[in-house]
């Protein structure tokens, strides 16, 4: 890690919404509305509660030693080969993550914009600025982040707030048609996506400037809340919109800026808000590009980690195009088997770095070059 990069703990916030709103506002109303139907809001308040819990586990162990991750902590408290153990499985995860990442992004441009272009050019555009970006480091990405998250949430407000007349507050009535079961079924579905990602985003806290940490415990949770908020209102709205619907459509904001139409004036907006998403989800890459290149680097003790930035996107790029023959096994991987992935591979981990630090105090003074 280069100890002169070095952000403030709002820029730190502010990339942490980039990393947990930006793909997450494409692609959860769908699949959550079609699962727990009009009571899957309901889901996303109880995921981001475990989200809560995760980030006060994170901040905890930041709080004790600032320059410590909990890989870091675990190499401390269960030796070298256990904390190598967790650390190969988490890289993978990694690899996995941001190449669904880039295949979500050629899905929405095959499926909603450019048709008739193969996924492929996307996937190599998209990870070829990210890598750029990724290389360029955290500095350079806490100050572009900070104006690309600002144009995503404010043209995703807009979009809701036209929508204004096309809700029917009535769709959102039984707020549980089938009961509890669906609403659980959807909070286990977002675990993984986006929530269970947030252990990965303990890897970013050691670059806060060290005399101006002390507000990033509150600037976190806040981001976090706005992350939950802007959530539930985009589900809210897509099923007082688009009613039983809503669960077909797939990304359901940029259907929402279909059908705005005021006076024949203001219509046709798809595009703003197709370029918002990519937006999100091209912070999203370029943070879990960063992430994955600083955890790679300091396993294999490297001291210069740019040079693994244009490797890890080629195999991420070779991932994108090998991975899944059809949507339905990606939307399988994403929301059935990442989460319970997520929960045994990084979740527990840090649970159990979490436990022991708590239970036995431990102060870790010397921290190693490598894993």
């Known amino acids: 890690m280069r100890k002169e990069e070095t952000v403030s703990s709002g820029q730190m916030a502010c990339l942490f919404l980039s990393f947990t709103l930006g793909s997450a506002v494409i692609n959860i109303p769908q699949p959550l509305t079609q699962s727990g139907n009009s009571g899957a809001w309901l889901s996303v308040i109880i995921a981001n509660g475990f989200g809560m819990f995760l980030l006060a586990c994170i901040l905890y162990l930041y709080r004790k030693n600032p320059d410590f991750t909990f890989i870091d902590y675990s190499r401390k408290i269960l030796g070298k080969w256990i904390t190598l153990c967790i650390s190969i499985p988490i890289l993978l995860l990694l690899f996995l993550i941001l190449s669904y990442i880039v295949i979500d992004i050629g899905g929405f441009f095959t499926s909603a914009m450019l048709r008739e272009t193969p996924p492929y050019v996307f996937h190599v555009l998209i990870l070829?600025?990210?890598?750029?970006?990724?290389?360029?480091?955290?500095?350079?990405?806490?100050?572009?982040?900070?104006?690309?998250?600002c144009y995503l949430i404010i043209f995703s407000l807009m979009v809701i707030v036209l929508n204004l007349p096309n809700y029917h507050l009535g769709y959102l009535l039984p707020v549980f048609p089938a009961g509890m079961k669906p609403v659980i079924h959807s909070t286990y579905m977002v675990l993984g996506f986006p929530y269970g990602e947030i252990v990965f985003f303990s890897l970013l806290l050691p670059f806060i400037q060290k005399e101006k940490n002390n507000s990033i415990k509150k600037y976190m949770f806040l981001a976090l809340l706005i992350q939950g908020f802007l959530l539930i209102l985009s589900?809210?709205?897509?099923?007082?919109?688009?009613?039983?619907?809503?669960?077909?459509?797939?990304?359901?904001?940029?259907?929402?800026?279909?059908?705005?139409?005021?006076?024949?004036?203001?219509?046709?907006?798809?595009?703003?808000?197709?370029?918002?998403?990519?937006?999100?989800?091209?912070m999203k890459t370029s943070i879990m590009l960063f992430i994955l290149k600083e955890t790679l680097s300091r396993v294999l003790g490297l001291k210069d980690e740019r040079i693994i930035i244009f490797p890890v996107m080629f195999i991420s790029l070779l991932l994108t195009l090998t991975m899944f023959k059809s949507e339905i096994e990606f939307f399988e991987a994403v929301f059935v088997v990442l989460p319970l992935i997520m929960i045994i591979v990084a979740v527990l981990p840090l649970l159990l770095i979490t436990i022991i630090v708590l239970f036995t105090g431990k102060k870790i003074e010397r921290k190693d070059e490598t894993y």
Do not use: D, P
Not at 128 to 149: C, D, Q, W, Y
Not at 246 to 257: E, H, N, R, V
Not at 271 to 278: D, E, K, Q, T
């Open 128 to 149: 070829l600025v990210a890598a750029m970006t990724a290389r360029a480091g955290m500095e350079v990405m806490a100050r572009m982040f900070v104006l690309l998250l």
């Open 235 to 282: 589900i809210l709205c897509t099923i007082m919109a688009l009613g039983s619907l809503s669960g077909t459509f797939k990304f359901s904001l940029f259907q929402l800026a279909r059908l705005v139409n005021i006076r024949e004036i203001i219509t046709r907006i798809e595009s703003f808000i197709g370029i918002a998403l990519i937006v999100g989800s091209y």
